[in-house]
């Protein structure tokens, strides 16, 4: 469970990124935002990422973002180990 959780946090830090520092893209290539671009074939570390919003995709977002939150606070106020070690 913890790993799926670590994945979704990974997803959504990929979209937070996107949205902060992307490129806005015209209308006219479909919109969005691109985030990383090779524009003239550089090297970079991290992948280009591309991202369509729309209104039903911020609403997944941010549902997601609020489930993922739930679950780390009953991670974190578990009685089990390692966040409660005496």
């Known amino acids: 469970m913890a790993k799926i959780a670590a994945d979704a946090i990974d997803n959504i830090l990929m979209l937070r990124n996107t ?3 992307g490129h806005v ?3 006219g290539v479909g919109g969005g935002l691109l ?3 090779r524009w003239h074939g550089e090297e ?3 992948e280009t990422q591309d991202l ?3 209104e039903q995709t911020m609403s997944l ?3 997601a973002t609020f489930d ?3 679950f780390m606070a009953l991670i974190i ?3 089990l180990e390692p966040f409660n070690a005496q």
């Open 52 to 54: 369509h919003l729309s």
């Open 25 to 27: 893209l015209p209308a």
């Open 19 to 21: 949205i902060a520092h």
């Open 68 to 70: 993922l939150i739930q």
């Open 44 to 46: 970079r570390k991290k």
């Open 77 to 79: 106020h578990s009685p």
């Open 35 to 37: 985030n990383n671009p």
């Open 61 to 63: 977002i941010l549902n």
